[in-house]
T-cell receptor, first 116, second 112 residues
Framework: GAVVSQHPSRVICKSGTSVKIECRSL??????MFWYRQFPKQSLMLMATSNEGSKATYEQGVEKDKFLINHASLTLSTLTVTSAHPEDSSFYIC????????????FGSGTRLTVV | GQQLNQSPQSMFIQEGEDVSMNCTSS?????WLWYKQDPGEGPVLLIA?????ELTSNGRLTAQFGITRKDSFLNISASIPSDVGIYFC????????????FGQGTRLTINP
């Protein structure tokens, strides 16, 4: 089946530094990747949609200069949290639709970001 | 706005019991999805429903797409410890573009 590999699974960084999260589609081409953020005991909130070869589209209230998204190939999308602050600590998850699978999107295993 | 309301928010049951949870919306959905999220993991699709009235099973799980297209329920029969987790309903976002909107989740805890 379709697999999306997400790395790292956990990262701790200091305030002011940047962190890059990678999501790779292992056995299919992901022309689109959705990036979500999930705070403890809350639901998944869509942050942005990345499309291969074009600029990402961001949901209302999400700072595009803070959350840099790159989708340079059909198998790799990255999210970089720039100048991280403690309030950016969260669980970040990517998800990719696979052609012909309807809405049966494949999710990555998530990245737990802790900013200290 | 488009919202999915899940209930209950949490459930504490004994192993072996049946579980029922539901999801409602003020707007019509053409697709209902049920996901399960284990702690520290991404969600995994359990069941997808594409037609009003549809009743679909996946092992001990059964989900139905409500006739009004504004609700769906998920049942789990004879619960086992590995059923522990958070269950989310989801549906297509009104903005389209393949986006999904998620319910708040139902957290299931099972006492052995």
């Amino acid at each position: 089946g379709a697999v999306v590999s997400q790395h790292p699974s956990r990262v701790i960084c200091k305030s002011g530094t940047s962190v890059k999260i990678e999501c790779r589609s292992l056995d299919f081409q992901a022309t689109t990747m959705f990036w979500y953020r999930q705070f403890p005991k809350q639901s998944l909130m869509l942050m942005a949609t990345s499309n291969e070869g074009s600029k990402a589209t961001y949901e209302q209230g999400v700072e595009k200069d803070k959350f840099l998204i790159n989708h340079a190939s059909l198998t790799l999308s990255t999210l970089t949290v720039t100048s991280a602050h403690p309030e950016d600590s969260s669980f970040y998850i990517c998800s990719a639709p696979r052609a012909g699978s309807g809405y049966g999107y494949t999710f990555g295993s998530g990245t737990r970001l802790t900013v200290v | 706005g488009q919202q999915l309301n899940q209930s209950p928010q949490s459930m504490f049951i004994q192993e072996g019991e049946d579980v029922s949870m539901n999801c409602t919306s003020s707007s019509i959905f053409n697709t209902w999805l049920w996901y399960k999220q284990d702690p520290g993991e991404g969600p995994v699709l359990l069941i997808a429903l594409y037609k009003a009235g549809e009743l679909t099973s996946n092992g001990r799980l059964t989900a139905q797409f409500g006739i009004t297209r504004k609700d769906s329920f998920l049942n789990i029969s004879a619960s086992i410890p590995s059923d522990v987790g958070i269950y989310f309903c989801a549906g297509p976002h009104f903005q389209g573009a393949q986006k999904l909107v998620f319910g708040q989740g139902t957290r299931l805890t099972i006492n052995p």
